[in-house]
């Protein structure tokens, strides 16, 4: 599995980073440095410095980071990293990265609405251990898509070796999912699994994979 992971200084993906190993075979780190966020220190500087000295505080922000990017590539280890270091917009940057890479799945530890439009399965880690997961069904209107679903979080489970379960509140119509794994009444274990556009609200002591 091909994971994408996004590093921003206020958005650091410690328990991603951590899970990176045993969900991964590959990950693509996107570090991003925020160029509102640099733009507004050049804005500062310019009223003590000269204009011919603004690229050099520029340029030495950038080595900082770049920095901090290798170690945090260095932080994973087993597995082949790449790492893109740019500077950007948050979303903008991982869109681009998405349209020119195509991960199989993004892996964060924030919960940000705007993640629901990108192109891509999403993972939401709270950290801890996972041990079972939830697939959260909410309708069968979308069953094609929903099987694909399905099977993409049975092997996310699988690769955790977590137990997988589907949770469906109706009890009409359950004969179609009982094929696809073992129908519970509550939600189970660590990770809940959702289709996008179904999370209504998130819980902060779960981790999420939003397909």
């Known amino acids: 599995m091909r994971c994408l992971i996004p590093v921003h200084q206020e958005l650091y993906p410690e328990n991603s980073l951590k899970r990176a190993e045993k969900l991964c075979d590959e990950v693509i780190l996107l570090y991003i440095v925020d160029k509102k966020l640099m733009d507004?220190?050049?804005s500062e500087a310019s009223y003590i410095?000269?204009?011919f000295a603004l690229q050099n505080v520029e340029e030495f922000i950038l080595n900082i980071h770049r920095q901090e990017a290798e170690k945090v590539k260095n932080s994973i280890r087993n597995i082949p990293v790449e790492l893109r270091f740019v500077k950007g917009e948050y979303y903008e940057s991982i869109e681009k990265e998405i349209l020119r890479h195509t991960p199989d799945i993004l892996m964060?530890?924030?919960?940000?609405r705007g993640l629901v439009n990108?192109?891509?399965?999403?993972?939401i880690d709270r950290g801890g251990k996972i041990e079972e997961c939830t697939m959260m069904v909410q309708s069968l209107r979308r069953i094609?898509?929903?099987?694909?679903?399905?099977?993409?979080?049975?092997n996310v489970c699988n690769r955790l070796g977590a137990s997988f379960?589907?949770?469906y509140t109706h009890a009409t119509e359950r004969e179609v999912l009982e094929p696809l794994g073992r129908l519970v009444e509550s939600p189970r274990g660590e990770l809940l699994v959702f289709l996008k556009g179904e999370l209504h609200k998130s819980p902060d002591d779960k981790s999420l994979l939003l397909i």
């Open 49 to 51: 410095l000269p204009s």
């Open 165 to 167: 379960y589907i949770h």
């Open 40 to 42: 507004k220190v050049q």
């Open 144 to 154: 094609g898509k929903l099987k694909h679903a399905i099977e993409f979080a049975k």
């Open 108 to 112: 964060t530890d924030s919960y940000l």
């Open 118 to 123: 990108l192109n891509v399965p999403v993972w």
